[in-house]
């Protein structure tokens, strides 16, 4: 499948941000995975910037440099964002299409995560449901994309969220009983996600345990 390259102005009609001069995003699905502009002053003016990443959180899976020409970024681009999904365990679907522009979000999220259950400091004491803190990490290859917590007072309860790339505004979090609870709805959300940037798994969710 190739990736889509739309007009930043386009993509992002709300962005109040200065334009910078011929700025593009490229998309995979509704998924920003690069941008490239040309520079108009300094030294490089006149020379492209360009970038990749998927998320926020994991430098290693991000790449950036300059081109002469807006054709040499988007192959650049095209060539990171390839190495990305071979690390992560991930492809393209075929049939995906681009997102739609961007727009500011809604005022409220639809059908929003059950809150988290009340905590009760003193019976929790009482009936020793005090517990150390326990994480899992959930991985897609070498890449972190979501959490599992457990809580540490009250009664046994968990909560999850997606990480390590960029999200839509939809849910991404959310609260379980159990921690096989936890990580059912977090590839529910997961599989979502993919559905959403236009791409598949290859391998499986792994979990990995870090107790601090």
Known sequence: MPLHVRLRKHHYPHDERLP????YVVLSGGLEVGSFHRIGSG???GRWSWAHAIGTDDTAFAAGGYAAYPEVCCTLIELAFRRTLARADLRERPDAKPGPPYRAPPDAIAEPSPPMPAYDRETARWLGMV???R???VRSGELIVGVLNRATH???SWSWFLTGVSRPHDIWQGYADTEDAAFDDFASCWKRWLDWAGL???GMLERGRSDE
């Open 200 to 202: 598949e798994q290859v």
């Open 135 to 137: 994480r899992v990490f």
């Open 20 to 23: 910078r001069l011929d700025d």
């Open 131 to 133: 517990r150390s803190e």
């Open 154 to 156: 009250g009664p046994e």
């Open 43 to 45: 030294p490089s003016e």
